[in-house]
């Protein structure tokens, strides 16, 4: 089991940046991939982005494609979401995600370790 802790949420305006936290622990060497998705209340999770542990291959949402970058610090089994021109619609809670290998998904993972969230709300 993989424990994940997510930090650095927050208000920003439109425009702005954030950027968010993932700190793994427990039995990380069983992880392929991190990612982060994001959820509204009362809705599905959505997917955001994604990095290979060993690649460093990474994956995004359209939508977050020129102004989201996924990183990854190995040695701390950190994992970051760098969020710049965050848009009102980029308002929801992300979450932070470990998972394996999945050839037939897209991106190529599946997710089976949670994160308890953190919230981001950007202001018009």
């Known amino acids: 089991q993989v424990q994940l802790v997510e930090s650095g949420g927050g208000l920003v305006q439109a425009g702005g940046s954030l950027r968010l936290s993932c700190a793994a622990s427990?039995?990380?060497?069983?992880?392929?991939?991190m990612g982060w998705f994001r959820q509204a209340p009362g809705k599905g999770g959505r997917f955001v982005a994604a990095?290979?542990?060993?690649?460093?291959?990474?994956y995004y949402a359209d939508s977050v494609k020129g102004r989201f970058i996924i990183s990854m610090d190995n040695a701390k089994k950190m994992v970051y979401l760098q969020m710049d021109n965050l848009k009102p619609e980029d308002t929801d809670v992300y979450y932070c995600?470990?998972?394996?290998?999945?050839?037939?998904?897209?991106?190529?993972?599946?997710?089976?370790?949670w994160g308890q969230g953190t919230r981001v709300t950007v202001s018009s």
């Open positions: 995600a470990a998972g394996g290998r999945n050839a037939l998904a897209d991106p190529p993972f599946y997710w089976n370790s």
């Open positions: 427990g039995r990380t060497s069983s992880s392929y991939a």
């Open positions: 990095i290979n542990w060993s690649s460093g291959a990474t």
